[in-house]
Every structure is written in structure tokens, then in C-alpha cells.
């Protein structure tokens, strides 16, 4: 392949990976912090009555649904319930 | 004219002798071939067939490009309709979600009654329908078939939440008694670990099941790790007659009497909670032919543990209830009401749960789970009560996690009644549960 063909292709992977690397508009970058908090969370709280999901069990909006039901049943803080849904969501 | 062609023949002749030696020279210069303008030629002319192929193939190259980038165009917007239309339930001011569970299984017992049976087990669709982020909608129906082969349904609860602030949220509709853990917590098949209700905490127990009216609730972290729950809740309340003491949600007060009860909990660190309950109601006697009516007291206390740490579930629970005597009617077909002597309901269970995983990894014996539960329940006071309770109950099983929420569970259990005349009795039970 010729050096010239070599640059081009290059260039058009970089861009498609510069591309899939742009995130979705809409998508707040993830806090590292609450995300710290979340999974601990997830993993303190959920435990306390059934077998820990995994976090691809569920569809990001399900997991909106979900854990505001186990947020009455488990009575759980709002801010508690917010950051096992952002965890659930970016491992998702 | 001659002479002029004479005087020029001369010079015309010495014109072509020059040319013919000129020509002649030139010939005898190119005759002999020169090797190196040769190579010349031809590397010149393999270099100018390598150009034209680069140039060629850079023109390709070009046009794949332009394609490739009119590709990515395409598939960048299509990316983004994909994006916004997955993200669409997410967007949506009102979102809706089904989950629930269902389970299946099977009955053998040594009683000798012969009547070892399959079980068709439940199926239970919960339906959450949530506005906004701060309201939330949920209901669960149950679908059995009962032993004469009938479907039968029940609205298990229904509620309208509004989480009102991080730590409030009120909850109006009907629900499941908040008091104590099993009920509200551990009842569903793919949450039990045991293929049953502890004796006591099931239908007919001391544990009520539901009610209909409101409730608080919420939690409050408290020093580094902890958390402190509650419930306060108000409604109907429970009812008494023919059919015993019913401790389900009812449509309707029938005495103006609600009940007000509750639980707090307190988890000094997540993977350890405690709980206190307490339920308190009036009921009035139900009306026969014949006889006064009055009303009793009904007072329910409880207390409640729970160890979860790693592969250990370690978990109790305490419930105690009280009915003063009445006047009403005892049972179904009585012409007058009766003084109702005044009754003693008593359950408590102990339940272990280990699973493998926490010591090894080996394939198959990692998702082995062992539990062990002892629990009795007793019934002091009027007659027709007792005949449903007073029970120990020793059950130990295996269970397999086919996934967290995917359980096939084994267990042997052991019955010792009270009632005269009633055998006791060993079962192995046998279910496959499904929480989705």
C-alpha cells in the first residue's frame, strides 16, 4: 500500500474513531464521584433484600422506573437512589 | 533558357553532392546504437508508467475517500435518529415499565393424604407507570390457579408515590403492610429464598398483608454510614367475622376506625439493619341474626433483623398481635353473635442463607446457595382461630442461581402441629422462580 494510501486511511479511521468517540448530544460526562457513590450504593443497598442485578439487566430508562420503586420499598434518600441510577446507567 | 540551366547544374550538382555527404554523415553518425541513452529511455519510461499508476491510484484513492466520507455522513445521521430514538423512553415526561415474576414448582408430602401435586405457582406482572421523576405509579396483580383448576386474581397493591423531597415520600392507594420485613420485602418468589412464607407470615398469619389509606416514608442518613427509616402509615384496617381476622386492604372502612401503624429501622452500617413495628385498630364484629356488636382492639408489635454481608443472608423477625373480646359473629352460618374471647397471635422465624461463591469458583458449585430457616407460630385464644395456626416449621434447602433473579430451589420441611388430630408432616418442595 502506497504511503499516500496509507495516510488516507489513516486519516478516515482517526476521523471515524474521533466520530464514535463524540458523546451523544444530550449525555452529561459521567461524575466520577457519584459514581463511586453509586456503585457503593448499589452494592450496600440492593444487597439488603435480594441477589444483586447486573446493571444490563435493564434499559437505561428502566433503570429510572426500577430503582425509584426500590427507593420506596428499600426507603432509601433521594440523593442515594440518584447515584445508583447514574452507576446503573453508565455500566450499562 | 538552356544557358541558364547550364549555369545552375553546376551548382545544383555541388548543392546535392553537399546534402548527399551531409545526409551521408548523419547516417554514419546514428548507425552505431548508444547502450546508455537506451536505459535512459527506458527508466525514463517505466518511471513515467509508475507515475501514471500512482496518479491512477491516488485519483482512486481520492474517490474512495469522498465515498467513504459520504458513508460516514450517512451513518453519523443515522447514528444520531438511533441515539434519539433509544433515548426517546428516556426523554419521555412519562415512562412506563413492566417487571414482576412469576413461579412454578412442585409438592410431595409424607401425610399420607396422596396428593403430591405440581404446582402451578403465580404469575405477577407489576406495572410502573412514572411522571417526571417524582411520580410514580405502581401496581401488582397476582394470577394462581387454585387446587379446583379456577384462575383467580388479586390486586396485590396499587399506589400513587410522590417523592415529595429526598427523604419524604407519600404513598396513597393500597399497599402491602409495611410492618415487618417479609411482606413488603421478601415475599416474591425470586426474592424468598425458601420456596414458602416462614409459618405465620403467610396468608392467614399474624402478618397482615395489606392495607388501603397513605403512608410516609423515606429515609435520612445518619452519622458516617447509617440510615434511618420509617413508615407511618393510616388505613382501613383490618375487619373480623365469620371468616376470622382479615388482615387485607379493604375498599372500604366499615366502622370509621383507621388503622395507624408503622415501621422504623435503623442501619448503624448498610449490611446491618434493624427494625421495630407496631399496628394498632379497632374492628367491629360482624352482624348475625341475632345479638349486639361491639368493637375490639387489635395491637401488633413486632421486631425485625437483618445481616447481609457478602455471601451471608442472616435475617429475623418477630411479630406479635393481640385482639381483645368482642361481641360478633363467630362463624359462618351462626344465627346470633357470640362474645368473642379475646386472642393472641405469635410468629417468629430465624433464616440463614449462604452461598458458595463465597469461597470457591468452581463451575456449578459457585451458584449453590444453602439455607436453613426455623420458625413457629401460635395461636392462643378463640378456638376458631387456633385451628390455623400453632406450628413449628423447620425447612432446609439448596438453591441454584441460574442468574440473580433466576433461581431453581430444593427443600425438605418439616411440620409439627398443635391441632389435634393433625398429623405431622414432612414436604419436599420444589420451585422455579423468575424475576424480570
Known amino acids: 500500500m502506497k504511503t499516500k494510501d ?20 444530550g449525555d452529561a460526562p459521567p461524575d466520577p464521584a457519584q459514581m463511586a457513590r453509586g456503585a457503593q450504593a448499589w452494592s450496600d443497598h440492593c444487597g439488603r433484600c435480594h441477589n444483586v442485578r447486573a446493571p444490563d439487566e435493564k434499559q437505561d430508562y428502566e433503570w429510572d422506573i426500577s430503582v425509584n420503586h426500590m427507593r420506596l420499598i428499600g426507603n432509601l434518600p433521594g440523593q442515594t437512589a440518584e447515584d445508583i441510577k447514574a452507576f446503573l446507567k453508565s455500566s450499562n | 533558357m538552356d544557358k541558364q540551366l547550364a549555369i545552375r547544374s553546376p551548382a545544383i550538382i555541388m548543392v546535392m553532392t553537399a546534402l548527399a555527404v551531409l545526409l551521408g554523415a548523419s547516417t554514419a553518425y546514428a548507425a552505431p546504437p548508444d547502450p546508455s541513452l537506451e536505459e535512459r529511455i527506458e527508466t525514463l519510461e517505466r518511471e513515467l508508467l509508475i507515475l501514471k499508476q500512482e496518479l491512477q491510484g491516488a485519483q482512486q484513492a481520492e474517490g474512495r475517500v469522498e465515498k467513504l466520507e459520504t458513508e460516514l ?44 401435586s405440581f404446582t402451578a405457582g403465580s404469575f405477577n406482572p407489576i406495572f410502573h407507570f412514572q411522571y417526571n421523576d417524582n411520580i410514580l405509579f405502581e401496581s401488582e396483580l397476582e394470577f394462581e390457579v387454585s387446587e379446583d383448576g379456577e384462575t383467580e386474581t388479586e390486586l396485590e397493591y396499587s399506589s400513587l408515590n410522590w417523592f415529595a423531597t429526598d427523604y419524604l415520600a407519600v404513598k396513597l392507594g393500597k399497599w402491602l403492610s409495611p410492618i415487618g420485613q417479609f411482606q413488603e420485602r421478601m415475599h416474591p418468589a425470586w426474592i424468598n429464598k425458601l420456596p414458602n412464607a416462614p409459618a405465620g407470615f403467610g396468608h392467614g398469619g399474624v402478618q397482615p398483608a395489606s392495607d388501603v389509606g397513605v403512608q410516609l416514608r423515606g429515609g435520612v442518613p445518619v452519622l458516617q454510614q447509617g440510615l434511618f427509616t420509617y413508615v407511618v402509615a393510616v388505613g382501613n384496617g383490618p375487619r373480623v367475622g365469620g371468616h376470622g381476622l382479615e388482615l387485607e386492604g379493604f375498599g372500604s372502612d366499615d366502622n370509621s376506625n383507621k388503622s395507624v401503624g408503622g415501621r422504623l429501622g435503623f442501619l448503624p452500617v448498610p449490611f446491618l439493619e434493624f427494625g421495630v413495628s407496631y399496628l394498632t385498630a379497632e374492628v367491629t364484629g360482624e352482624e348475625a341474626d341475632m345479638g349486639p356488636v361491639t368493637d375490639g382492639d387489635y395491637d401488633l408489635w413486632g421486631a425485625d433483623f437483618a445481616f447481609t454481608r457478602g455471601p451471608w443472608d442472616f435475617r429475623g423477625e418477630y411479630l406479635n398481635s393481640e385482639l381483645d373480646s368482642f361481641f360478633g359473629l363467630a362463624e359462618v352460618g351462626d344465627m346470633t353473635t357470640n362474645l368473642i374471647p379475646a386472642t393472641e397471635w405469635e410468629a417468629w422465624y430465624l433464616q440463614l442463607a449462604y452461598q458458595l461463591s463465597g469461597f470457591t469458583n ?39 442461581l441460574i442468574a440473580p433473579s433466576v433461581i431453581a430451589k430444593l427443600a425438605w420441611e418439616s411440620r409439627e402441629f398443635d391441632e389435634p388430630g393433625r398429623k405431622d408432616e414432612g414436604r419436599l418442595l420444589g420451585q422455579f422462580a423468575f424475576g424480570f
Do not use: M
Not at chain 1, 7 to 23: E, F, G, I
Not at chain 2, 364 to 386: A, H, P, S
Open chain 2, 362 to 400: 468452581a463451575w456449578f458449585l459457585q451458584n449453590l446457595e444453602l439455607v436453613g430457616r426455623y420458625g413457629e407460630f401460635d395461636i392462643d385464644g378463640f378456638n376458631e382461630f387456633e385451628e390455623h395456626g400453632n406450628e413449628e416449621r423447620f425447612t432446609a434447602g439448596i438453591n441454584y
Open chain 1, 6 to 25: 496509507i495516510l488516507l486511511t489513516v486519516s478516515v479511521l482517526a476521523t471515524l474513531a474521533t466520530a464514535t468517540a463524540v458523546p451523544a448530544q
Open chain 2, 73 to 116: 455522513a450517512g451513518t453519523q445521521q443515522k447514528l444520531a435518529e438511533v441515539d434519539k430514538e433509544a433515548r426517546a423512553e428516556e426523554r419521555a415526561a412519562t415512562k412506563f415499565h413492566l417487571a414482576g415474576y412469576a413461579a412454578a414448582g412442585f409438592e410431595a408430602s409424607d401425610n399420607g393424604a396422596g396428593e403430591d
